[in-house]
């Protein structure tokens, strides 16, 4: 099935070390999301990209960094892990209409520790 | 800006009991509206969705209609089972402007069920 997958999905890193959480999709949609989610709140948006077009929230700290080397393809890379930053992060993506209903596919999440 | 508001939780029921989540929302134009779902150590699963005004969106026993004169999307279930055990987010994303606009989210409201 068509799906986006997350991988992997749980993920421990050391503090200050450098990780990299990685999402594919097979539905060629255009639009991939990257999202923080901390115990049950709502996911918090922070950036995601239009084909190669890559947009930014404005308060997504600059330890936080995206590549998306091609359309079934994003990485969410951390700099420098702090304790703050473990989260559940959520990969999604969606097709604008005509050719999509708008609704956002999510992966199953990767679930970050920092030790 | 765009903002979902959702009912306070956590909301506890017994088996077979009716449910109603609450949402209200404030946004420019016409936005789509969505339900998602998350069970534990999951990513969110779109549960229904509706594009425009008296919409209804429906799924696995669960509906909501968009009332733009409420500016309302609340969840309904007739008879909810333990299974339905979750968290439930509304959210909304802009019809216009730029075409792959964001998702907002309301703060999720946790669903327990008790045989």
């Known amino acids: 099935d068509a799906m986006v997958i997350q991988n992997p999905r749980y993920q421990v890193t050391q503090f200050g070390k450098p990780v990299t959480l990685s999402c594919s999709q097979t539905?060629?949609?255009?639009?991939m999301y990257w999202y923080q989610q901390k115990s049950s709140q709502a996911p918090k948006l922070l950036f995601h990209y239009y084909d190669k077009d890559f947009n930014n929230e404005a308060d997504t700290p600059d330890n936080f960094q995206s590549r998306r080397p091609n359309t079934s393809f994003c990485f969410l890379d951390i700099r420098s892990p702090g304790l703050g930053d473990a989260a559940m992060y959520l990969c999604a993506t969606s097709s604008p209409p005509p050719t999509g209903g708008n609704e956002a596919f999510f992966g199953q999440g990767t679930r970050l520790t920092v030790v | 800006g765009n903002s979902v508001t959702q009912m306070e939780g956590p909301v506890t029921l017994s088996e077979e009991a009716f449910l109603t989540i609450n949402c209200t929302y404030t946004a420019t134009g016409y936005p789509s509206l969505f339900w998602y779902v998350q069970y534990p150590g999951e990513g969110l699963q779109l549960l229904l969705k509706?594009?425009?005004?008296?919409d209804k969106g429906s799924n696995k026993g669960f509906e909501a209609t968009y009332r733009k004169e409420t500016t309302s999307f609340h969840l309904e279930k007739g008879s909810v089972q333990v299974s339905d055990s979750a968290v439930y987010f509304c959210a909304l994303k802009d019809a216009g402007g730029t075409s792959y606009g964001k998702l907002t989210f309301g703060q999720g409201t946790i669903l327990t069920v008790h045989p």
């Open positions: 539905l060629n949609h255009n639009v």
């Open positions: 509706a594009t425009k005004a008296d």
